[in-house]
């Protein structure tokens, strides 16, 4: 049995990223809960993670983080996590890498925070670039590597699904417009059923951060839809 760190449903983008692999695979786990969102370095987490950050994955005491780490380890085990194909499997080990790596732009303006639902405002340059790659990113996998046997990214849900999950959100939650493919791609991310799981128990959180929750202001405020 695995036991899985994770910190606050409604702002930690990267815990979603393993939960939600370890959930659409059915893995048996036990999720633990820390508070983490709005802070820097934590020492008081090094005991649960030797970087001292969630998520962490723990099975029989021995530690594995960064959430590209935990699913490379999930995968070992479970191979249906990477396309069977080589090609786009490699694809999509690219794409998930360039995920953990990068987007900063886009990461920094717009936090995960899934309480809200903004009217949103014209992006920045520098956001704007992370928005397009993106789009370009999945609209290629989509046109290019995807089957018959699904609607995610290369068919059939894999890592790349998660990395990319978060982004689903933030695009939701700001109201970025995004062309037909990417949007459709957008609301299958959404529609599935462990986030909407973590989405509703995302809701029921009362720890509150005025940092994250301070750019309902910024982005416009609440929208109807």
């Keep these: 049995m695995f036991d899985l760190y994770i910190g606050n449903k409604n702002y930690s983008s990267w815990s979603l990223r393993p939960w939600l692999l370890l959930k659409h695979f059915g893995i048996p786990f036990r999720e633990h809960m820390v508070s983490v969102a709005g802070r820097d370095y934590n020492a008081a987490l090094k005991p649960l993670a030797g970087n001292a950050r969630v998520p962490c994955l723990h099975e029989d005491g021995f530690q594995v983080w960064e959430s590209i780490a935990i699913a490379e380890t999930l995968a070992e085990r479970h191979p249906a996590m990477w396309p069977a194909d080589a090609r786009a499997r490699a694809r999509a080990r690219s794409i998930s890498a360039e995920m953990h790596a990068g987007f900063t732009a886009l990461r920094t303006a ?3 925070n899934l309480k809200l639902k903004l009217k949103g405002k014209p992006p920045t340059p520098a956001v704007q670039r992370d928005i397009d790659r993106i ?3 999945w609209e290629e996998a989509r046109m290019q590597f995807a089957t018959a046997d699904g609607p995610w990214l290369f068919g059939a849900f894999s890592v790349a699904d998660a990395m990319f999950a978060p982004i689903g959100w933030r695009f939701h939650v700001y109201n970025v417009a995004l062309p ?3 949007a459709t791609y957008r609301d299958v991310l959404l529609a599935h059923p462990a986030m909407q799981e973590w989405y509703a128990a995302a809701l029921l959180e009362t720890e509150a951060h005025a940092h994250y ?3 309902a202001d910024e982005y416009g405020g609440p929208r109807a839809a």
């Design 110 to 112: 717009m936090p995960m």
């Design 135 to 137: 789009v370009e990113i």
């Design 180 to 182: 037909p493919l990417a």
């Design 213 to 215: 929750d301070g750019l």
